[in-house]
Nanobody, 125 residues
Framework: QVNLVESGGGLVQAGGSLRLSCAAF????????MGWFRQAPGKEREFVAV????????DYADSVKGRFTISGDNAKTVVYLQMNNLKPEDTAVYYC??????????????????WGQGTQVTVSS
């Protein structure tokens, strides 16, 4: 059984930083994709960032480019999301995701086989 466990969420003022961590239990993802989605209150869940399959090239939603950085250890037992210059609109539950497939539409929820339980990030103005 595969479990993804997020940590690092919390309350921060606008302009501040947080680092989210996602630990993978039950398997290592190695060069398979892992990433992050988020869901704000009353909104659809949306793509945030991913380490693409094989190349591990990072890719980001336009709304977070230049502020967020995704990274992982070599075996991808842990994936991080460094979030800088946070804005109130970044307030959401953040979910770690992983896929068994190397390539596909990284921006859609259905591409991912594994989801964490989510961690709350709240940015105050």
């Amino acid at each position: 059984q595969v479990n993804l466990v997020e940590s690092g969420g919390g309350l921060v003022q606008a302009g501040g930083s947080l680092r989210l961590s996602c630990a993978a239990f039950g398997r290592t993802f190695s060069r398979k994709p892992m990433g992050w989605f988020r869901q704000a209150p009353g909104k659809e869940r949306e793509f945030v960032a991913v380490l693409r399959g094989t190349s591990q090239t990072p890719d980001y939603a336009d709304s977070v480019k230049g502020r967020f950085t995704i990274s992982g250890d070599n075996a991808k037992t842990v994936v991080y999301l460094q979030m800088n210059n946070l804005k109130p609109e970044d307030t959401a539950v953040y979910y770690c995701v992983g896929s068994q497939t190397y390539y596909g539409d990284y921006y859609t929820q259905s591409f991912y086989d594994y989801w964490g339980q989510g961690t709350q990030v709240t940015v105050s103005s």
